[in-house]
C-alpha cells in the first residue's frame, strides 16, 4: 500500500553563519560536533540535537523503504521561519531553504516533493490569519493553485509555559486551533472558495472544541459572526441534501497519535481530507510512520488508501 507522508522536516546540511551575515543575532546555525549528529544552536543556547536523517536524503530514503514510506513531502523546520527578521534578510533565508529543498526532489525526484516558506514579515507575526494584509497571499495561492501547509510556530501564551515542553503541548495545538477559527470567522474560504489549506498535528485544538465553537457563533454571532455569517461546522464533511458526503473545506494531517481521536478526525472531515503525516524526524512525530492508521481494523481497505496516499497526491495535485 503506497504511503505518501505530507509532514517531514528536512533542513540543508549546514549554512553560513546568518548572525555575521545579516549582523544581528537570533538566528540558527548547526553544530556538527559529531559524527552524524549536530546541535541546531541559537546563540549559546541549544535548541535541539538532531541527526542526519535531517540533512541526509540518502539516509531519509533508508528509513522510508524501512516503514514503507513511498515518497516525503518536505518542508523546513518552523524555527527557520525566522519571522522576527528584517523582511530582507528572512527573504533570502528563505530562498537558501527553498533551493534546497527544490534540490534534494530534483535529485530524488520519486522520493520527495517540496513545499517552500514564504517571508511573512509584514503580514504575520502578531497577526491572524484572518487579516487583511494576508489577502494578496491567499489570492495568489488560490490563482496559482497552490497548497498551503499551515504549521504553528512562535506559539500562544509561551512565556507561561518554561517547563515540561508545554508550548509544544498546549501552546501549538491552541495555534493551530486559532489559525482555523480565525480563517473560518473571518471569511476566508468564502472570499477564496478555490483554497486548498492543510493543518499540521490534526488541526490542534478545534476539531474536539468545534462543538463549542458553533454554540458560540448561535449564541453570540453579535462577536462571532460579525464577519462571517456561515455556520463553521458546515466547512466540515457533511451530506447534501440526497445523502451523499461533501468533503470539508480544509484539510487536516493525521498526526494525532491515538485512534479514538483519529476517527473523530475522519468523523469531521471525511477520510478526504485527513492525509497521512508523521513529523519525521522529530520525538513528537510518529515513530513508525502510518502505523496508527496500518492498525485500525475498524477502517476500510479504501479508506486506508485514501488517508495514506490519496488526500495528499490531491491536495498536492501530484501525478
Known amino acids: 500500500m503506497m504511503k505518501i507522508d505530507l509532514h517531514t522536516h528536512i533542513l540543508p546540511h549546514d549554512w553560513p553563519d546568518l548572525d555575521a551575515k545579516y549582523g544581528y543575532s537570533g538566528f540558527v546555525r548547526l553544530d556538527h560536533y559529531k559524527p552524524c549528529c549536530a546541535r541546531m544552536m541559537i546563540g549559546d543556547h541549544?535548541?535541539?540535537?538532531?541527526?542526519?536523517?535531517?540533512?541526509?536524503?540518502?539516509?531519509?530514503i533508508e528509513e522510508c523503504d524501512r516503514a514503507g514510506v513511498s515518497l516525503q513531502v518536505l518542508s523546513t523546520v518552523p524555527v527557520m521561519f525566522s519571522y522576527w527578521a528584517k523582511p530582507a534578510d528572512a527573504l533570502d533565508l528563505s530562498r537558501r531553504l527553498n533551493d534546497h529543498i527544490a534540490e534534494v526532489v530534483r535529485n530524488h525526484s520519486?522520493?520527495?516533493?517540496g513545499l517552500g516558506t514564504i517571508p511573512?514579515?509584514?503580514?504575520?507575526?502578531?497577526?491572524?490569519?484572518d487579516n487583511a494584509s494576508l489577502q494578496p497571499v491567499w489570492s495568489a495561492a488560490e490563482q496559482l493553485n497552490a497548497a498551503?501547509?499551515?504549521?504553528?510556530?512562535?506559539?500562544?501564551?509561551?512565556?507561561r509555559m518554561p517547563k515540561y515542553w508545554l508550548p509544544w503541548l498546549v501552546g501549538m495545538p491552541a495555534e493551530t486551533s486559532l489559525a482555523i477559527c480565525s480563517m473560518i470567522f473571518g471569511g476566508v474560504f468564502e472570499r477564496f472558495p478555490k483554497l486548498r489549506v492543510a493543518f499540521a498535528h490534526g488541526g490542534g485544538a478545534f476539531p474536539f472544541t468545534v462543538g463549542r465553537v458553533e454554540h458560540a457563533f448561535h449564541v453570540r454571532p453579535d462577536l462571532v459572526a460579525i464577519d462571517n455569517e456561515t455556520n463553521p461546522r458546515k466547512y466540515l464533511a457533511r451530506g447534501d441534501e440526497n445523502g451523499d458526503p461533501t468533503p470539508a473545506r480544509f484539510y487536516v494531517d493525521s498526526l494525532v497519535h491515538?485512534?479514538?481521536?483519529?476517527?473523530?478526525?475522519?468523523?469531521?472531515?471525511?477520510?478526504?481530507?485527513?492525509?497521512?503525516?508523521?513529523?519525521?524526524?522529530?520525538?513528537?512525530?510518529?515513530?513508525?510512520?502510518?502505523?496508527?492508521?496500518?492498525?485500525?481494523?475498524?477502517?476500510?481497505?479504501?479508506?486506508?488508501?485514501q488517508i495514506l496516499s490519496e488526500t495528499t497526491r490531491e491536495f498536492l495535485g501530484l501525478s
Open 148 to 159: 498551503i501547509f499551515v504549521h504553528p510556530w512562535d506559539m500562544l501564551g509561551r512565556e
Open 110 to 113: 520519486k522520493r520527495f516533493a
Open 258 to 305: 491515538d485512534a479514538d481521536a483519529l476517527k473523530m478526525l475522519l468523523k469531521l472531515f471525511g477520510a478526504q481530507r485527513v492525509a497521512f503525516g508523521s513529523d519525521y524526524p522529530f520525538p513528537l512525530g510518529e515513530a513508525h510512520p502510518g502505523e496508527l492508521i496500518e492498525s485500525m481494523q475498524e477502517l476500510s481497505a479504501k479508506e486506508k488508501v
Open 120 to 129: 511573512m514579515q509584514d503580514r504575520i507575526d502578531t497577526l491572524n490569519l
Open 46 to 60: 541549544v535548541f535541539r540535537e538532531i541527526t542526519d536523517n535531517v540533512w541526509n536524503p540518502k539516509r531519509r
